[in-house]
């Protein structure tokens, strides 16, 4: 089992930044893949970022590159995501997860571990 605790959301305005944190629990950190996922009012959960267990590879919806940036940290158990320029239909609630998947998937099935998720609001 591994446990995934996100924090770091908020509200904020249009063009403006924050870095979302998850620290996990558990099993071994580095034997997963993690992402981040969001899900707005009404909406299907949707692919934002991945990281592969080393770090060394990222991968991002096209609606968030260039934008925001995900990494990890394996000595700490964390996966952040720092989200710059930030637009209103960036609002979501956003969750990580972890996914035994070799590389950056991006499917909800590949991932196994689920964080309650963490509220992001851009204001217009």
């Known amino acids: 089992q591994v446990q995934l605790v996100e924090s770091g959301g908020g509200l904020v305005q249009a063009g403006g930044s924050l870095r979302l944190s998850c620290v996990a629990s558990?099993?071994?950190?580095?034997?997963?893949?993690l992402g981040w996922f969001r899900q707005a009012p009404g909406k299907e959960r949707e692919f934002v970022a991945a990281i592969s267990r080393t770090g060394l590879s990222t991968y991002y919806a096209d609606s968030v590159k260039g934008r925001f940036t995900i990494s990890r940290d394996n000595a700490k158990n964390t996966v952040y995501l720092q989200m710059n320029s930030l637009k209103p239909e960036d609002t979501a609630v956003y969750f990580c997860?972890?996914?035994?998947?070799?590389?950056?998937?991006?499917?909800?099935?590949?991932?196994?571990?689920w964080g309650q998720g963490t509220q992001v609001t851009v204001s217009s």
């Open positions: 997860a972890a996914s035994p998947v070799l590389g950056t998937p991006s499917s909800t099935n590949d991932y196994n571990y």
């Open positions: 558990g099993r071994t950190f580095s034997d997963y893949a």
